[in-house]
């Protein structure tokens, strides 16, 4: 079993910054991926950001260059550093987790406005 914590999220301007930490209750090095998933209201949820356990990373093509996900197996952890935040990027964040079985956390909002 896996429990997933978020954490972070909140109200900031356009153009501020955000950094988001998902807390796993165990050990994650039998993780192969993780990921960062936002929900906007009315839409569907969508992968923001993912790292496989080799370190390979995969973004949404609107956050390239802006976001910036890391993996620290030691500390079972999960970070998301959101630079440069839009308007678009408002919504609820998850954690997700894929390995013999596939966990989500309960998510953090994230508001940025004008």
């Known amino acids: 079993q896996l429990q997933l914590v978020e954490s972070g999220g909140g109200l900031v301007q356009v153009g501020g910054s955000l950094r988001l930490s998902c807390k796993a209750s165990?050990?994650?090095?039998?993780?192969?991926?993780m990921g960062w998933y936002r929900q906007a209201p009315g839409k569907e949820r969508e992968l923001v950001a993912g790292?496989?356990?080799?370190?390979?990373?995969n973004y949404k093509r609107s956050v390239e260059g802006r976001f910036t996900i890391s993996r620290d197996n030691t500390n079972a952890t999960l970070t998301l550093q959101m630079n440069t935040l839009q308007l678009g990027d408002t919504g609820v964040y998850f954690c997700?987790?894929?390995?013999?079985?596939?966990?989500w956390g309960q998510g953090t909002q994230v508001t940025v406005s004008s």
């Open positions: 997700k987790a894929i390995g013999s079985d596939i966990w």
């Open positions: 165990r050990s994650i090095s039998d993780i192969a991926y």
């Open positions: 790292v496989t356990d080799d370190g390979r990373t």
